[in-house]
T-cell receptor, first 115, second 113 residues
Framework: KAGVTQTPRYLIKTRGQQVTLSCSPISGHRSVSWYQQTPGQGLQFLFEYFSETQRNKGNFPGRFSGRQFSNSRSEMNVSTLELGDSALYLC??????????????FGPGTRLTVL | QQQVKQSPQSLIVQKGGISIINCAYENTAFDYFPWYQQFPGKGPALLIAIRPDVSEKKEGRFTISFNKSAKQFSLHIMDSQPGDSATYFCAAITSGGSYIPTFGRGTSLIVHP
């Protein structure tokens, strides 16, 4: 069974631009969560989508948004990029919503650099 | 405010030794405590997890010890191997309706052969 895939793997943008990242979960998984990983703040939860609806949200500004499609694939969008948005963005999928929280499978991440 | 404090930040052990990583949390609503292993260029992978109704869980060379009253939990890696060299993250999660996972800052483990 294929794992979680994320595209693109690397991305360079400039301040003020917007970016869209894509995540394809493991087949059959309905929950997709997004995380931001930085050396300074560590791993931080952005949001979780289940059945095309955002179910949980971390403490990030509204510039960070996402959506999930009927095939469970998810996209994350960051508008008006700031230098501090440079990070590794990780997507994780699981069978169930949050309750079996630890049983998540992470993708390799998208490395976003904002210049 | 950091809700999960992980220590040490880095750890060097010799092959065959015991690696110990500690985490402390503040929010008593947390009810699920997983540990993740992350290799360079890869996403984190679930290693082992525990719920607060047990004090210890062992899977192979990996053991979680949990102290509910002290709000602390730790990961023990027995017979550490060079292949265990990775970054380890603890997490504390409130499951159920409001799923907001909180992660420790990570521990970089190096096991010398």
């Amino acid at each position: 069974k294929a794992g979680v895939t994320q595209t693109p793997r690397y991305l360079i943008k400039t301040r003020g631009q917007q970016v869209t990242l894509s995540c394809s979960p493991i087949s059959g998984h309905r929950s997709v969560s997004w995380y931001q990983q930085t050396p300074g703040q560590g791993l931080q939860f952005l949001f979780e989508y289940f059945s095309e609806t955002q179910r949980n949200k971390g403490n990030f500004p509204g510039r960070f948004s996402g959506r999930q499609f009927s095939n469970s694939r998810s996209e994350m969008n960051v508008s008006t990029l700031e230098l501090g948005d440079s990070a590794l963005y990780l997507c994780a999928s699981s069978l169930m919503l949050g309750g079996s929280a630890g049983e998540q499978f992470f993708g390799p991440g998208t490395r976003l650099t904002v210049l | 405010q950091q809700q999960v404090k992980q220590s040490p930040q880095s750890l060097i052990v010799q092959k065959g030794g015991i690696s110990i990583i500690n985490c402390a949390y503040e929010n008593t609503a947390f009810d699920y405590f997983p540990w993740y292993q992350q290799f360079p260029g890869k996403g984190p992978a679930l290693l082992i997890a525990i719920r607060p109704d047990v004090s210890e869980k062992k899977e192979g060379r990996f053991t979680i010890s949990f102290n509910k009253s002290a709000k602390q939990f730790s990961l023990h890696i027995m017979d550490s191997q060079p292949g265990d060299s990775a970054t380890y993250f603890c997490a504390a999660i409130t499951s159920g309706g409001s799923y907001i996972p909180t992660f420790g800052r990570g521990t970089s483990l190096i096991v010398h052969p």
